[in-house]
């Protein structure tokens, strides 16, 4: 078989990281081989997110590049996927003349099937059918290798939520469970090859296999934490109206579940709130993180924010600082308020001026950067299991002037916390080191976004999975 490449460019979030493997998968079979060069290309694919106005324009504009490979290279087939394919269809043939396929979120499965036509046909192809139940990857279907530590892993699709200010049920379809026996054939398979980690994906893993009569998402978590090898477990999207004490129990009971909640609370105004279809109270929020605290005190709590929100005024927005203080999050990721297509609230009134958002954002920001860096000052002097990943950027870029940069690692806590560490008084104990060992590091350094520490050597960190702290003197 001759050797084609395909340049694959995904944009988004941690399901659109899973998807774009699945397409990697698909077209190995097809003989084309990832690269990251985009001039030597084949096949260029660009796999889409269009959750804010930004994230859209950072598609066409990747596109816009291509303009000057296909002159240079005719042969060239280039692909859209992902949501904004789902979104705009045959529409994006008009801005990007030179397109030769807009595939949606439903048509992966498909993906080989299209590109053979267009290399046999050299035509055009739109495909973006969504079926009232998607398709899977069946147990059988082929695993892309697992070569590394950690993986997404998505459990179900689609959304049936309809926040109002939200493009995904539109452009992902209605929610739908994955088969449990699936997934943990997928994920037993990954483990076998060496997956220490795996991240759980869906848009609300509370409601999973609910609709489906499948298994409760509890039991999916009791299942994969029976998995041999696998060492740790993440998921990630909770929404909080369906958070519910089952999961509390699991979190603070299963061992392999890590000391992490991704819960996204959007605003801190009921009257924002209900306009956002949230379908839950600041109070309710509130009393279940309280519950979540009480079963497990250690336990990383991040969550989102928009501000700027149609019709957010001044006292709404101090609501949400307010509620930003009482919880004191781990970690936020807040975005001004953008209009999507199809979304409601792209018709609500008393839209929130930029510059107003601008700023909002500037003092939410600000204030939970207080509390990111407490809550790592507080880390200092603690000894936690860390998974390690692999080598730090700082080392792989090769600019820290210390001797000791060959053996710079990083890795997370179970808290999901960034550490870099290295062994100062023997660095060969490091050099040893694989990726998916789980060690023991001493914190020595809180900075805003990471933390740095030491290794420790003849501490049982496999023992403590989830990494009740201990002190080394
Ligand atoms: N504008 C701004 N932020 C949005 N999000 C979703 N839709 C929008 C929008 N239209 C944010 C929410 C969500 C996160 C993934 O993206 O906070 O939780
Ligand atoms: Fe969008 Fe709301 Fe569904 Fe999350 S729960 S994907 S914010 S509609």
């Known amino acids: 078989m001759v050797n084609k490449y395909l340049y694959l460019n995904t944009i988004g979030c941690q399901m659109n990281v899973y998807d774009s493997e699945q397409i990697a998968m698909r077209l190995a079979a097809l003989g084309y081989q990832q690269t990251s060069l985009l001039e030597k290309a084949d096949l260029v694919i660009v796999n889409t997110c269009t959750i804010r106005a930004k994230a859209e324009q ?28 789902q979104q705009e269809g045959e529409r994006i043939f008009k801005r990007i003349p030179y397109l030769d396929l807009v595939f949606g979120t439903q048509a992966i499965d498909r993906l080989p099937h299209l590109i053979q036509k267009i290399e046999k046909k050299r035509c ?14 069946e147990a059988n279907d082929r695993i892309a290798p697992a070569s590394q530590v950690s993986r997404f892993v998505t459990i179900m699709r689609g959304c049936d939520n309809f ?66 090898g696998l060492m740790r477990i993440r998921f990630t999207t909770s929404h909080p109206k369906d958070f519910d004490e089952d999961l509390i129990y699991a ?30 109270t600041k109070e309710l929020y509130l009393d279940k993180v309280a519950k979540l605290r009480d079963t497990c005190p250690d336990i990383a709590i991040t969550s989102d924010i928009i501000v700027g929100f149609p019709g957010e005024s001044e006292a709404d927005f101090d609501e949400t600082l307010d509620l930003i203080r009482t919880i004191e999050f781990d970690g936020l990721f807040a975005f001004k308020y953008s209009d999507r297509p199809n979304a409601p609230a792209a018709k609500f009134e008393e839209k929130v001026p930029d510059q107003h958002m601008k700023k909002r954002l500037q003092v939410l920001l600000d204030l939970q950067d207080t509390f990111t860096e407490k809550k790592n000052q507080a880390l200092v002097g603690a000894c936690l299991p860390i998974l390690a990943e692999g080598f730090s950027k700082r080392q792989s870029s090769g600019n820290l002037n210390h001797p000791l940069q060959a053996v710079q690692w990083t890795g997370r806590t179970s808290t999901n916390k960034i550490v870099n560490f ?43 999975l989830k990494g009740d702290r201990s002190y080394a003197a």
């Open 58 to 85: 950072k598609a066409f504009s990747f596109l816009g590049r291509l303009a000057r490979l296909k002159k240079k290279k005719p042969g060239l087939i280039t692909g859209v996927g992902g949501c904004v394919a």
């Open 124 to 137: 055009r192809i739109v495909d973006i059918e969504q079926a009232d139940k998607p398709r899977f990857p």
């Open 163 to 228: 926040c109002s200010y939200c493009v995904v049920p539109h452009v992902r379809g209605r929610e739908t469970s994955r088969h449990p026996d699936v997934i943990i054939s997928e994920i037993r398979e990954l483990a076998r090859s060496g997956l220490k980690e795996v991240t759980l994906l869906g848009q609300n893993v509370n409601s999973y296999g609910k609709k489906e009569g499948l298994c409760s998402f509890t039991e999916l978590l009791s299942r994969v934490s029976q998995i041999e």
């Open 251 to 280: 979190l603070g009971t299963n061992e392999k579940l890590c000391d992490h909640i991704h819960l996204p609370v959007q605003s801190g105004s009921n009257r924002v709130l209900k306009r956002m279809n949230r379908k839950y």
């Open 422 to 464: 290295y062994h100062d008084d023997n660095p060969e104990s490091c050099d040893d080191l694989s990726p998916g060992e789980l060690v023991d590091v001493k914190i020595e350094k809180a900075y805003s976004h990471s933390l740095w520490g030491k290794l420790v050597e003849g501490t049982a960190a496999a023992e403590r």
